[in-house]
Protein backbone atom coordinates (compact mmCIF):
# COMPACT_ATOMS: atom_id res chain seq x y z
CA UNK A 1 0.00 0.00 0.00
CA UNK A 2 1.21 3.54 -1.11
CA UNK A 3 0.65 6.41 0.99
CA UNK A 4 1.61 10.33 -0.17
CA UNK A 5 2.69 12.41 2.65
CA UNK A 6 2.55 16.38 2.75
CA UNK A 7 6.10 16.64 1.10
CA UNK A 8 4.46 14.55 -2.23
CA UNK A 9 6.96 11.72 -1.21
CA UNK A 10 5.50 7.98 -1.88
CA UNK A 11 6.15 5.76 0.70
CA UNK A 12 5.53 2.04 0.84
CA UNK A 13 4.10 0.08 4.04
CA UNK A 14 3.26 -3.64 3.96
CA UNK A 15 0.13 -4.30 5.80
CA UNK A 16 -1.67 -7.26 6.94
CA UNK A 17 -5.10 -6.56 7.08
CA UNK A 18 -6.94 -8.66 9.24
CA UNK A 19 -10.92 -8.68 10.40
CA UNK A 20 -14.27 -9.07 8.65
CA UNK A 21 -13.28 -8.90 5.26
CA UNK A 22 -15.28 -10.38 2.29
CA UNK A 23 -13.49 -13.12 0.41
CA UNK A 24 -14.43 -10.82 -3.00
CA UNK A 25 -12.09 -8.18 -1.88
CA UNK A 26 -9.27 -10.86 -1.98
CA UNK A 27 -7.05 -8.68 -4.11
CA UNK A 28 -7.38 -5.87 -2.26
CA UNK A 29 -5.76 -7.03 1.24
CA UNK A 30 -3.58 -9.78 0.26
CA UNK A 31 0.14 -9.41 0.58
CA UNK A 32 1.78 -8.98 -2.16
CA UNK A 33 -1.73 -8.04 -4.13
CA UNK A 34 -3.29 -5.21 -5.55
CA UNK A 35 -6.32 -3.55 -7.07
CA UNK A 36 -4.03 -4.17 -10.51
CA UNK A 37 -4.73 -8.32 -9.84
CA UNK A 38 -8.64 -7.28 -9.53
CA UNK A 39 -9.23 -5.41 -12.45
CA UNK A 40 -6.21 -7.66 -14.67
CA UNK A 41 -8.75 -11.07 -13.46
CA UNK A 42 -12.02 -9.45 -14.05
CA UNK A 43 -10.70 -7.84 -17.58
CA UNK A 44 -9.61 -11.38 -18.77
CA UNK A 45 -13.06 -13.13 -17.52
CA UNK A 46 -14.96 -11.27 -18.99
CA UNK A 47 -12.74 -11.10 -22.38
CA UNK A 48 -12.62 -15.28 -21.92
CA UNK A 49 -16.41 -15.38 -21.92
CA UNK A 50 -16.41 -12.76 -24.62
CA UNK A 51 -14.10 -14.97 -26.87
CA UNK A 52 -17.13 -17.38 -27.44
CA UNK A 53 -20.07 -17.51 -30.07
CA UNK A 54 -22.93 -15.17 -29.29
CA UNK A 55 -21.32 -14.20 -25.61
CA UNK A 56 -22.94 -11.21 -23.55
CA UNK A 57 -21.34 -9.62 -20.29
CA UNK A 58 -23.12 -7.15 -17.90
CA UNK A 59 -21.31 -5.06 -15.54
CA UNK A 60 -22.34 -3.12 -13.22
CA UNK A 61 -19.76 0.01 -11.60
CA UNK A 62 -21.12 1.57 -8.48
CA UNK A 63 -20.17 5.35 -7.77
CA UNK A 64 -21.21 6.79 -4.55
CA UNK A 65 -21.79 10.84 -4.92
CA UNK A 66 -18.92 12.91 -3.56
CA UNK A 67 -17.82 9.69 -1.11
CA UNK A 68 -14.47 10.81 -0.34
CA UNK A 69 -15.48 14.73 0.68
CA UNK A 70 -18.62 13.50 2.86
CA UNK A 71 -16.04 10.95 4.89
CA UNK A 72 -16.66 11.42 8.75
CA UNK A 73 -12.83 11.17 9.74
CA UNK A 74 -14.23 10.14 13.72
CA UNK A 75 -16.26 6.83 12.29
CA UNK A 76 -13.52 6.05 9.51
CA UNK A 77 -10.34 5.81 12.34
CA UNK A 78 -11.85 3.30 14.03
CA UNK A 79 -13.16 0.77 11.47
CA UNK A 80 -9.67 1.32 10.10
CA UNK A 81 -7.92 0.55 13.50
CA UNK A 82 -10.17 -2.91 14.16
CA UNK A 83 -8.85 -3.88 10.54
CA UNK A 84 -5.24 -4.10 11.79
CA UNK A 85 -3.83 -0.43 10.05
CA UNK A 86 -0.82 0.54 11.83
CA UNK A 87 -1.60 3.44 14.32
CA UNK A 88 0.51 5.47 12.83
CA UNK A 89 -0.96 5.26 9.36
CA UNK A 90 -4.49 5.79 11.21
CA UNK A 91 -2.79 9.12 12.17
CA UNK A 92 -1.74 10.54 9.19
CA UNK A 93 -5.01 9.69 7.81
CA UNK A 94 -6.83 11.46 10.09
CA UNK A 95 -4.25 14.11 9.33
CA UNK A 96 -4.82 14.51 5.88
CA UNK A 97 -8.72 14.23 5.77
CA UNK A 98 -8.88 17.25 8.19
CA UNK A 99 -7.64 19.43 5.17
CA UNK A 100 -10.85 18.74 3.14
CA UNK A 101 -13.64 20.73 3.48
CA UNK A 102 -17.38 19.71 3.23
CA UNK A 103 -20.20 21.88 3.59
CA UNK A 104 -18.06 24.82 3.65
CA UNK A 105 -16.77 24.05 6.91
CA UNK A 106 -13.52 25.44 6.72
CA UNK A 107 -12.52 25.78 10.68
CA UNK A 108 -10.54 22.36 10.23
CA UNK A 109 -8.33 23.67 7.72
CA UNK A 110 -7.92 27.09 8.84
CA UNK A 111 -7.25 25.54 12.62
CA UNK A 112 -4.11 23.91 10.48
CA UNK A 113 -2.64 27.63 9.29
CA UNK A 114 -3.09 28.42 12.45
CA UNK A 115 -1.02 25.58 14.33
CA UNK A 116 1.77 26.08 11.37
CA UNK A 117 2.14 29.81 12.55
CA UNK A 118 2.53 29.34 15.51
CA UNK A 119 4.81 25.95 15.01
CA UNK A 120 7.26 28.74 12.77
CA UNK A 121 6.90 31.19 15.76
CA UNK A 122 8.29 28.73 18.10
CA UNK A 123 10.72 27.50 16.31
CA UNK A 124 12.38 31.18 15.04
CA UNK A 125 10.95 30.79 11.57
CA UNK A 126 9.39 33.76 9.64
CA UNK A 127 6.54 32.56 6.70
CA UNK A 128 7.71 34.54 3.66
CA UNK A 129 3.79 35.94 3.37
CA UNK A 130 4.38 37.53 0.06
CA UNK A 131 5.61 34.01 -1.64
CA UNK A 132 2.60 31.92 0.28
CA UNK A 133 0.02 31.06 -2.15
CA UNK A 134 -3.00 29.05 -1.61
CA UNK A 135 -5.32 27.56 -4.42
CA UNK A 136 -8.92 26.75 -4.12
CA UNK A 137 -9.66 23.17 -6.12
CA UNK A 138 -13.73 23.28 -5.73
CA UNK A 139 -16.11 21.55 -8.61
CA UNK A 140 -19.55 22.94 -7.40
CA UNK A 141 -21.53 25.07 -9.94
CA UNK A 142 -23.10 27.39 -7.08
CA UNK A 143 -20.77 29.26 -5.12
CA UNK A 144 -22.69 31.95 -2.32
CA UNK A 145 -20.46 34.64 -1.67
CA UNK A 146 -17.15 32.99 -3.01
CA UNK A 147 -14.24 32.11 -0.70
CA UNK A 148 -13.41 34.27 1.98
CA UNK A 149 -9.82 34.75 2.09
CA UNK A 150 -6.78 33.45 4.17
CA UNK A 151 -4.68 35.73 6.49
CA UNK A 152 -1.47 34.09 8.33
CA UNK A 153 -0.25 37.14 10.91
CA UNK A 154 -2.63 39.50 9.73
CA UNK A 155 -1.29 39.17 6.17
CA UNK A 156 -3.96 38.15 3.08
CA UNK A 157 -2.60 35.23 1.41
CA UNK A 158 -2.55 35.72 -2.00
CA UNK A 159 -5.18 33.23 -3.70
CA UNK A 160 -3.73 31.50 -7.00
CA UNK A 161 -5.54 29.25 -10.00
CA UNK A 162 -1.96 27.49 -10.55
CA UNK A 163 1.89 27.01 -9.35
CA UNK A 164 4.56 26.86 -11.77
CA UNK A 165 7.35 24.31 -9.80
CA UNK A 166 9.96 25.48 -12.09
CA UNK A 167 9.62 28.89 -11.11
CA UNK A 168 9.87 28.26 -7.33
CA UNK A 169 13.54 27.13 -7.97
CA UNK A 170 13.21 23.31 -7.00
CA UNK A 171 16.03 21.46 -7.74
CA UNK A 172 15.66 19.16 -10.60
CA UNK A 173 15.30 16.34 -8.50
CA UNK A 174 12.27 17.40 -6.03
CA UNK A 175 10.31 18.08 -9.82
CA UNK A 176 11.34 14.92 -10.84
CA UNK A 177 9.86 13.23 -7.80
CA UNK A 178 6.78 15.55 -8.23
CA UNK A 179 6.35 14.18 -11.38
CA UNK A 180 6.53 10.68 -10.48
CA UNK A 181 4.12 11.06 -7.74
CA UNK A 182 1.61 12.99 -9.68
CA UNK A 183 1.87 13.14 -13.38
CA UNK A 184 3.53 9.60 -14.08
CA UNK A 185 1.43 7.64 -11.20
CA UNK A 186 -1.83 9.23 -13.04
CA UNK A 187 -1.14 7.57 -16.36
CA UNK A 188 0.37 4.14 -15.19
CA UNK A 189 -2.30 3.76 -12.84
CA UNK A 190 -3.34 -0.34 -13.99
CA UNK A 191 -0.93 0.33 -16.99
CA UNK A 192 -0.56 -3.56 -17.21
CA UNK A 193 -4.35 -3.85 -17.50
CA UNK A 194 -5.09 -1.16 -20.39
CA UNK A 195 -1.36 -0.48 -22.02
CA UNK A 196 -1.66 -3.99 -24.58
CA UNK A 197 -4.97 -3.34 -25.91
CA UNK A 198 -3.57 0.20 -26.64
CA UNK A 199 -3.92 1.84 -30.20
CA UNK A 200 -0.89 2.96 -31.70
CA UNK A 201 -3.01 6.65 -31.37
CA UNK A 202 -3.45 6.43 -28.09
CA UNK A 203 0.37 5.98 -27.44
CA UNK A 204 1.34 8.62 -29.73
CA UNK A 205 -0.71 10.66 -27.99
CA UNK A 206 0.60 9.75 -24.05
CA UNK A 207 4.05 9.73 -25.83
CA UNK A 208 3.45 13.75 -25.86
CA UNK A 209 2.84 13.93 -22.64
CA UNK A 210 5.52 12.34 -21.13
CA UNK A 211 8.29 13.45 -23.48
CA UNK A 212 9.89 16.26 -21.55
CA UNK A 213 9.67 14.13 -18.36
CA UNK A 214 11.84 11.37 -20.99
CA UNK A 215 10.00 8.64 -19.58
CA UNK A 216 9.30 5.40 -21.79
CA UNK A 217 6.31 3.97 -20.86
CA UNK A 218 6.71 0.91 -22.94
CA UNK A 219 9.41 -0.06 -20.39
CA UNK A 220 7.51 0.69 -17.63
CA UNK A 221 4.89 -1.24 -18.76
CA UNK A 222 6.91 -4.33 -19.54
CA UNK A 223 8.96 -3.89 -15.98
CA UNK A 224 5.92 -4.06 -13.86
CA UNK A 225 4.36 -6.58 -15.89
CA UNK A 226 7.29 -8.93 -15.50
CA UNK A 227 7.41 -7.71 -11.89
CA UNK A 228 3.78 -8.78 -11.86
CA UNK A 229 3.95 -12.04 -13.12
CA UNK A 230 7.08 -12.84 -10.58
CA UNK A 231 4.23 -12.31 -7.81
CA UNK A 232 1.37 -14.32 -9.67
CA UNK A 233 4.05 -17.30 -10.23
CA UNK A 234 5.33 -17.07 -6.47
CA UNK A 235 1.79 -16.95 -5.38
CA UNK A 236 0.06 -20.61 -5.51
CA UNK A 237 -3.14 -19.11 -3.96
CA UNK A 238 -3.72 -16.35 -6.85
CA UNK A 239 -6.76 -17.51 -8.85
CA UNK A 240 -4.36 -16.67 -11.83
CA UNK A 241 -1.48 -18.52 -10.93
CA UNK A 242 -2.73 -21.74 -12.55
CA UNK A 243 -2.70 -19.66 -15.75
CA UNK A 244 1.20 -20.05 -16.46
CA UNK A 245 1.79 -23.80 -16.81
CA UNK A 246 5.38 -25.03 -18.41
CA UNK A 247 4.76 -27.22 -21.44
CA UNK A 248 6.70 -30.44 -21.28
CA UNK A 249 9.96 -29.15 -22.79
CA UNK A 250 10.49 -27.03 -19.22
CA UNK A 251 11.96 -24.35 -21.43
CA UNK A 252 8.37 -21.92 -22.18
CA UNK A 253 4.91 -21.84 -20.94
CA UNK A 254 1.68 -22.77 -22.39
CA UNK A 255 -0.07 -19.77 -24.26
CA UNK A 256 -3.28 -19.20 -24.06
CA UNK A 257 -5.89 -19.82 -26.93
CA UNK A 258 -7.98 -16.63 -28.26
CA UNK A 259 -9.95 -16.32 -31.06
CA UNK A 260 -9.95 -12.44 -30.90
CA UNK A 261 -7.46 -9.82 -30.74
CA UNK A 262 -9.27 -7.96 -27.53
CA UNK A 263 -8.41 -11.38 -25.64
CA UNK A 264 -4.65 -11.79 -27.24
CA UNK A 265 -4.10 -8.18 -25.54
CA UNK A 266 -5.25 -8.60 -22.99
CA UNK A 267 -2.81 -8.88 -19.68
CA UNK A 268 -2.41 -12.68 -18.96
CA UNK A 269 -2.17 -13.36 -22.95
CA UNK A 270 0.49 -11.11 -23.01
CA UNK A 271 2.38 -11.86 -19.81
CA UNK A 272 3.41 -15.30 -21.19
CA UNK A 273 3.95 -14.16 -24.47
CA UNK A 274 6.83 -12.25 -22.45
CA UNK A 275 7.98 -14.95 -20.44
CA UNK A 276 8.26 -17.32 -23.71
CA UNK A 277 10.61 -14.41 -24.96
CA UNK A 278 12.73 -14.03 -22.34
Same mark, same amino acid.
Given at each position: ????????? *???????????????????????? #?????????????????????????????????????????????????????????? *??????????????????????????? *????????????????? !?????????????????????????????????????????????????????????????? #??????????????????????????????????? *??????????????????? #???? !???????????????? !???????
Amino acid at each position: VKFQSRTGC *WKRHNLTIKGNVSPKNWAEYMKPR #STDDAFALTVYTALTHLDRKNPCVRMLFIDYSSAFNTIIPAKLIPKLTDLGLYSHLCN *WVLDFLTGLITDGDETAYRDEVSALSE *WCCRNNLSLNISKTKEM !IVDYRKLQRGGHSPLYINRAEVERVSSVRLRKCGLPPDILTNFYRCTIESTLTAYITVWYGS #STVYDRKTLKRVVRTAETDLQDIYRSRCLRKIQKI *WLDCSHPAHGLFTLLPSVR #SYRS !IQTRTNRLMNSFYPKA !IRFLNKL
